[in-house]
């Protein structure tokens, strides 16, 4: 259409949508009317199976109760705690993401179901597996033994597959489908859905148990491992009087709004890496300081066996000191993650285009006004592969972040360059706790494995399915896996 903002109606609504990156920063940082908006509503209820959280929160906010999840997660004090705990699991079990057993007994959790992983007969030191699905487990249970404790990771250890059932079929959930349209995503959603409230109905229960220092069963009766994000929701929901089936969609929201978009991003960060093998060797010689994959031999153990690899990794350095393998990360919520952000207007407001972006039109800088009350979007997506400010916005190239430092001289990942990222359920995704455990897990898989697809030389990325935030790949990716050290 050649305009920085046009119209578009969406279930009878008229929303405005702003693609120009300039007016875009305003949009953000215009007042909004409500805590909540119509679509964020839509999916808590839709996909979630809400029904009174919202309306209990927006009735209690004025008292001093709020949910303070979007806050929790930018503290400095909870990313730094989570980022040691998440990259303690990961230097503990990364060594085992396929452990080589052909028996399911004898199999990590994350290796089991759709999964898929088998051992050839033919070699003993390699694996199959089905990437999506392994990563999806893997990071599942890590995110869910930090958020939850361990206590609840044993006691339901099957809750990845219905969280990824969740994701697959969220459009056709989040359009309102009614359980019983003959359609296999209508279905399959609202039972996985169903399913994972009942689980933190639970939970809820035994937590408030745990919380008023009473048995909780001896299933749930260590709950102190439990995060403080999760606490503080908890007790929040407690003081609205919020029932177990009540607060559960809450709690699911939350849960699913962390483990997905982390989930996502990493696979495809991974398939990335390893469908580039040149790029794959300068992220590796990048971070072979911080992210260091060892074996110590039989002589230096005295064992007549070998003992499995140990991981150390040093997140800290990583952050600060590889650039490129940060870059990699903004290259892929660029490439792979279409978010789109609402806001209702609190006052009227003045959207100007900037004489740069005013270049790349035909006419004069623009403006538009838009009245107080009136809807706002902003398709991230849509600017992430305009190419007036992507060249060759389909092609993977982390170099496209790579800036110069004027001071010191030296490259740094700029994200700035990206703009705005997704929005989630609890604010943007692109928040310490998700950026620090995406960039973990995936140097954890970088440093101690080795990934070739099951046919051909190098592996193919997938296709996107939309979905919330992320998108999904259309298909599984089976690939052959094995240690490096």
Request: hydrophobic residues 40%; aromatic residues 10%.
């Given at each position: 259409?050649?305009?920085?903002?046009?119209?578009?109606?969406?279930?009878?609504?008229?929303?405005?949508?702003?693609?120009?990156?300039?007016?875009?920063?305003?949009?953000?940082?215009?007042?909004?009317?409500?805590?909540?908006?119509?679509?964020?509503?839509?999916?808590?209820?839709?996909?979630?199976?809400?029904?009174?959280?919202?309306?209990?929160?927006?009735?209690?906010?004025?008292?001093?109760?709020?949910?303070?999840?979007?806050?929790?997660?930018n503290?400095?004090?909870?990313?730094?705690?989570?980022?040691?705990?998440?990259?303690?699991?990961?230097?503990?079990?990364?060594?085992?993401?396929?452990?080589?057993?052909?028996?399911?007994?004898?199999?990590?959790?994350?290796?089991?179901?759709m999964?898929?992983?088998?051992?050839?007969?033919?070699?003993?030191?390699?694996?199959?597996?089905?990437?999506?699905?392994?990563?999806?487990?893997?990071?599942?249970?890590?995110?869910?033994?930090?958020?939850?404790?361990?206590?609840f990771?044993?006691?339901?250890?099957?809750?990845?597959?219905?969280?990824?059932?969740?994701?697959?079929?969220?459009?056709?959930?989040?359009?309102?489908?009614?359980?019983?349209?003959?359609?296999?995503?209508?279905?399959?959603g609202?039972?996985?859905?169903?399913?994972?409230?009942?689980?933190?109905?639970?939970f809820?229960?035994?937590?408030?148990?745990?919380?008023?220092?009473?048995?909780?069963?001896?299933?749930?009766?260590?709950?102190?491992?439990?995060?403080?994000?999760?606490?503080?929701?908890?007790?929040t929901?407690?003081?609205?009087?919020?029932?177990?089936?009540?607060?559960?969609?809450?709690?699911?929201?939350?849960?699913?709004?962390?483990?997905?978009?982390?989930?996502?991003?990493?696979?495809?960060?991974?398939?990335?890496?390893?469908?580039?093998?040149?790029?794959?060797?300068?992220?590796?010689?990048?971070?072979?300081?911080?992210?260091?994959?060892s074996?110590?031999?039989?002589?230096?153990?005295?064992?007549?066996?070998?003992e499995?690899?140990?991981?150390?990794?040093?997140?800290?350095?990583?952050?600060?000191?590889?650039?490129?393998?940060?870059a990699?990360?903004?290259?892929?919520?660029?490439?792979?993650?279409?978010?789109?952000?609402?806001?209702?207007?609190?006052?009227?407001?003045?959207?100007?285009?900037?004489?740069?972006?005013?270049?790349?039109?035909?006419?004069?800088?623009?403006?538009?006004?838009?009245?107080?009350?009136?809807?706002?979007?902003?398709?991230?997506?849509?600017?992430?592969?305009?190419?007036?400010?992507?060249?060759?916005?389909?092609?993977?190239?982390?170099?496209?972040?790579?800036?110069?430092?004027?001071?010191?001289?030296?490259?740094?990942?700029?994200?700035?360059?990206?703009?705005?990222?997704?929005?989630?359920?609890?604010?943007?995704?692109?928040?310490?706790?998700?950026?620090?455990?995406?960039?973990?897990?995936?140097?954890?898989?970088?440093?101690?494995?080795d990934?070739?697809?099951?046919?051909?030389?190098?592996?193919?990325?997938?296709?996107?399915?939309?979905?919330?935030?992320?998108?999904?790949?259309?298909?599984?990716?089976?690939?052959?896996?094995?240690?490096?050290?």
């Open positions: 259409m050649n305009e920085p903002v046009f119209g578009i109606y969406m279930r009878g609504v008229k929303y405005n949508a702003v693609t120009s990156p300039s007016m875009m920063k305003t949009v953000f940082s215009a007042k909004a009317a409500t805590p909540h908006n119509q679509v964020l509503g839509q999916a808590l209820q839709n996909v979630f199976g809400d029904r009174s959280l919202i309306q209990k929160m927006d009735l209690d906010r004025n008292q001093g109760v709020s949910d303070k999840a979007s806050t929790i997660l503290e400095e004090d909870f990313v730094t705690e989570a980022s040691a705990t998440i990259t303690r699991l990961v230097q503990r079990d990364m060594s085992n993401l396929v452990s080589f057993c052909r028996s399911i007994v004898d199999q990590c959790p994350w290796e089991r179901g999964s898929g992983v088998e051992v050839p007969e033919e070699d003993q030191t390699v694996c199959e597996a089905n990437l999506f699905a392994l990563m999806s487990n893997f990071i599942g249970h890590i995110i869910s033994t930090f958020l939850m404790g361990e206590a990771v044993e006691n339901f250890p099957n809750l990845s597959e219905d969280l990824g059932k969740i994701d697959d079929c969220f459009v056709t959930l989040f359009a309102g489908t009614p359980r019983r349209v003959p359609h296999p995503a209508a279905s399959a609202h039972a996985a859905s169903d399913r994972l409230r009942h689980i933190f109905s639970i809820h229960r035994a937590f408030t148990a745990w919380d008023d220092g009473i048995d909780a069963g001896i299933e749930l009766r260590d709950l102190d491992d439990v995060s403080e994000l999760v606490k503080d929701r908890m007790r929901f407690r003081k609205l009087e919020l029932s177990s089936g009540a607060s559960a969609a809450g709690h699911l929201s939350l849960y699913y709004d962390l483990i997905e978009h982390t989930t996502k991003i990493t696979f495809w960060t991974i398939t990335h890496l390893f469908a580039e093998p040149s790029l794959l060797d300068q992220v590796r010689k990048e971070i072979t300081s911080y992210v260091v994959a074996r110590p031999s039989r002589e230096e153990t005295g064992f007549p066996f070998d499995p690899p140990r991981l150390s990794l040093d997140i800290e350095k990583v952050l600060t000191s590889c650039p490129l393998f940060k990699c990360y903004y290259e892929t919520v660029r490439l792979h993650s279409a978010g789109i952000s609402f806001k209702k207007l609190a006052s009227d407001l003045i959207l100007s285009e900037s004489a740069e972006e005013a270049a790349y039109g035909l006419t004069e800088p623009r403006t538009y006004k838009i009245a107080k009350g009136e809807d706002i979007i902003v398709p991230h997506g849509a600017y992430h592969h305009d190419d007036r400010y992507f060249s060759n916005p389909e092609q993977y190239d982390p170099l496209r972040f790579l800036v110069t430092d004027p001071v010191t001289g030296k490259q740094r990942a700029d994200p700035s360059i990206l703009a705005p990222f997704a929005d989630g359920l609890y604010g943007s995704t692109n928040n310490g706790f998700t950026e620090r455990a995406i960039l973990t897990f995936t140097a954890g898989i970088v440093a101690l494995w990934i070739e697809p099951t046919r051909g030389e190098f592996l193919s990325v997938p296709g996107h399915k939309t979905s919330w935030g992320a998108f999904r790949p259309t298909k599984e990716l089976r690939v052959k896996m094995k240690l490096r050290v």
